[in-house]
C-alpha cells in the first residue's frame, strides 16, 4: 500500500482480556518497529523487526505483549491478560533498509483503552 | 544514562517568524540524527536526517544543525506558517532502533 496501516484505529477492552494489533508495512520495506505513546508522552521502543527476526526486542515492558512478523510483511503486537497502564496509541514503523536513514514511516496508530 | 533532551515548554511565536527548536543528547555518539513532526491524533512523519560529518542541512524552509562536540541539534523553520504548528521530535539511532525524544510543540500564530 501507499503507507502503513494499522489496525483497527480504536480498540477498548476489558481488563484481563488479551488484545491484537496489525500492522501491515509499506510493501518492500524490510524493517518493521513497535513504539508505544502514553497521552503527552514521547514514543517508548518496544521491539525491531528486520525480515521476520526479531533482533532486538529490549524495549517489550513484560512478558505479556508478544509480537510476530510473518512473510516479511505483517506484524501483530499481542498483549495478554491487559492492564490498565497498557492504555496508549501503539505506533507501528516500517524503513527501507536497516540503516534507517531514509527515515521511519509510520501509521496512524491503535488507540487501546483498558477498562 | 542515555538521554534525549527537548524543551517540553511548548513554543509560541508569531506568523513570518523563525522558530527554533533544540535537541540535547548525553552518552551517545550517533552517527546521525533525524526530526519528525507529528500532528495530534497522527504518527510521526520523517522530515530531515543529518551525519555526524555534516554540520547543517536545509530542505525548503527547514535548516537543521548538527554539533557533535555540544552533542546538541537545532531546528529552524524560517518564514514559519501557522500550518507549521505541530510537535517535534528529535531522534538518534544508538542501537538498532531510533530512540525519540519527547517533543517540542509548537504554535504559531498568525
Redo the contacts between chains.
Keep these: 500500500g501507499a503507507g502503513?496501516s494499522q489496525s483497527p484505529s480504536n480498540k477498548v477492552t476489558e481488563k484481563g482480556k488479551d488484545v491484537e494489533l496489525r500492522c501491515d508495512p509499506i510493501s518492500g520495506h524490510t524493517a518493521l518497529?513497535w513504539?508505544r505513546q502514553s497521552l503527552g508522552?514521547?514514543?517508548e521502543?518496544l521491539i525491531?523487526f528486520q525480515g521476520n527476526s526479531a533482533?532486538?526486542k529490549s524495549?517489550l515492558p513484560s512478558d505479556r505483549f508478544s509480537a510476530e512478523r510473518t512473510g516479511g510483511s505483517v506484524s501483530t503486537l499481542t498483549i495478554q491478560r491487559t492492564q490498565q497502564e497498557d492504555s496508549a496509541v501503539y505506533?507501528c514503523?516500517s524503513s527501507l533498509d536497516?540503516d534507517?536513514?531514509?527515515?521511519?514511516?509510520?501509521?496512524?496508530?491503535t488507540r487501546l483503552t483498558v477498562v | 544514562s542515555q538521554k534525549i533532551e527537548q524543551n517540553s515548554e511548548a513554543l509560541n511565536i508569531q506568523e513570518g517568524k523563525t522558530a527554533t527548536l533544540t535537541c540535547n543528547y548525553t552518552n551517545y555518539s550517533p552517527a546521525y540524527l533525524q526530526w519528525y513532526r507529528q500532528d495530534p491524533g497522527r504518527g510521526p512523519v520523517f522530515l530531515l536526517l543529518i551525519r555526524e560529518n555534516e554540520k547543517e542541512k536545509r530542505k525548503e524552509r527547514l535548516k537543521v544543525t548538527f554539533d557533535t562536540t555540544l552533542k546538541q541539534s537545532l531546528f529552524h523553520i524560517t518564514a514559519s506558517q501557522p500550518a507549521d504548528s505541530a510537535t517535534y521530535l528529535c531522534a538518534l539511532d544508538p542501537r538498532r532502533a531510533l530512540t525519540f525524544g519527547s517533543g517540542t510543540r509548537l504554535q504559531v500564530q498568525p
Design positions: 502503513v518497529y513504539y508522552q514521547g514514543l521502543f525491531y533482533p532486538d524495549g505506533l514503523a536497516s534507517r536513514i531514509y527515515g521511519y514511516t509510520f501509521g496512524s496508530g
